[in-house]
Nanobody, 125 residues
Framework: QVPLVESGGGLVQAGGSLRLSCVASGRIFSFAMGWFRQAPGKEREFVAAISWSGASTYYRDSVKGRFTISRDNAKSTLFLQMNSLRPEDTAVYFC???????????????????WGQGTQVTVSL
């Protein structure tokens, strides 16, 4: 059973919106969760994080005010609502399961030990 499965990616014009989902299995959803992304030729980078309860969130500066991370613990599902998308948001987006319950404000991938396979988001001009 794949522990994390993302969906919701696609092609959208600049200024548009997408909502990513990530369904978790097992005990992964008992911890904090996060979203990362990787553009072609670039390293994977942190996007957003949320605590186990959902009460605390943290974002990279470039997505603040445009992206919203949330979770539904009853359905073991993580979301990333992305509005006002820009071409520079184009990347493969990964959800990640954390190693603690508190929100990760380091943006470090070392704070996560479970990863999905990713979903492609492409933003055109």
């Amino acid at each position: 059973q794949v522990p994390l499965v993302e969906s919701g990616g696609g092609l959208v014009q600049a200024g548009g919106s997408l909502r990513l989902s990530c369904v978790a299995s097992g005990r992964i959803f008992s911890f904090a969760m996060g979203w990362f992304r990787q553009a072609p030729g670039k390293e994977r980078e942190f996007v957003a994080a949320i605590s186990w309860s959902g009460a605390s969130t943290y974002y990279r500066d470039s997505v603040k005010g445009r992206f919203t991370i949330s979770r539904d613990n009853a359905k073991s599902t993580l979301f990333l609502q992305m509005n006002s998308l820009r071409p520079e948001d184009t990347a493969v987006y990964f959800c990640a399961g954390g190693i603690s319950r508190g929100v990760d404000d380091s943006g470090s991938s070392s704070m996560y030990d479970s990863w999905g396979q990713g979903t492609q988001v492409t933003v055109s001009l």
